[in-house]
């Protein structure tokens, strides 16, 4: 069973940064859509979790949801199978847990959802005080 590691996340006032990062297996790494959800506080249900950021390894494409256009940036760093989210300009909406997820293949164009992804992380928690 594959295990996505992340790390990071905290608390910071809004318009603070905070960065996020995942670790996987190289082969999920290298041929996986890798990216991130989050649940807000409240939202129960695991399939409501929003779309956040992804990116492709093959060949280094990215998705954004509109929520966090401009404002975040994923990369990664292929010696440590390893991806980042950067999050800046924090705002109080982005508050919840963020959750690292895998799903075979590339980056659906029209944005990844959660019903494409194979693996989760166990989540980290992001919370922006206003």
């Known amino acids: 069973q594959e295990q996505l590691v992340e790390s990071g996340g905290g608390s910071v006032q809004a318009g603070g940064s905070l960065i996020l990062s995942c670790t996987a297996s190289?082969?999920?790494?290298?041929?996986?859509?890798m990216g991130w959800f989050r649940q807000a506080p409240g939202e129960e249900r695991a399939p409501e979790r929003e779309?956040?950021?992804?990116?492709?390894?093959?060949?280094?494409?990215?998705y954004y949801y509109d929520s966090v256009k401009g404002r975040f940036t994923i990369s990664q760093d292929n010696a440590k199978n390893t991806l980042y989210l950067q999050m800046n300009s924090l705002r109080f909406e982005d508050t919840g847990m963020y959750y690292c997820a895998a799903g075979r293949g590339k980056c659906y164009s029209g944005g990844p959802g959660y019903y494409g992804m194979d693996y989760w992380g166990k989540g980290t928690m992001v919370t922006i005080s206003s």
């Open positions: 779309g956040v950021a992804f990116i492709y390894s093959r060949d280094n494409s990215t």
């Open positions: 190289e082969y999920v790494y290298n041929n996986y859509c």
